[in-house]
């Protein structure tokens, strides 16, 4: 049985930066895609940052167009942990925040919930004007 546990948000001014973890136990992400997703209250779950796994050490990411250049996803297979680090936080992005683990098979599908088979309780973040 493959577990998520993401953790990491709370409440941050505009501006402000904060680190979302996932922690794996009974997959090794290393091996897997990994997503974020997040879902604002009356909104519908939405892609933010991915990564799988290319050839040796090299993965691919793909970010949603909105947090580009201020999100980025990073993994520590030690830990079997991946990363969401998050900068100049705009209230936007205020919303729950889902990791999601999925079979690897290359950089298709990455932004869809569907090629994900396991996802977290999320983590919420908000980000105060």
């Known amino acids: 049985q493959v577990t998520l546990v993401e953790s990491g948000g709370g409440l941050v001014q505009t501006g402000g930066s904060l680190r979302l973890s996932c922690v794996a136990s009974?997959?090794?992400?290393?091996?897997?895609?990994t997503g974020w997703f997040r879902q604002a209250p009356e909104k519908e779950r939405e892609f933010v940052a991915a990564?799988?796994?290319?050839?040796?050490?090299?993965?691919?990411?793909e970010y949603a167009d909105s947090v580009k250049g201020r999100f980025t996803i990073s993994r520590d297979s030690a830990k079997n942990t991946v990363y969401l680090q998050m900068v100049s936080l705009k209230p936007e992005d205020t919303a729950v925040y889902y990791c999601?683990?999925?079979?690897?098979?290359?950089?298709?599908?990455?932004?869809?919930?569907?090629?994900?088979?396991?996802w977290g309780q999320g983590t919420q973040v908000t980000v105060s004007s």
């Open positions: 999601a683990s999925g079979a690897n098979g290359g950089s298709g599908g990455l932004t869809q919930a569907t090629r994900y088979d396991s």
């Open positions: 990564t799988s796994w290319v050839a040796a050490s090299t993965y691919y990411a």
């Open positions: 009974g997959r090794t992400l290393s091996r897997y895609a």
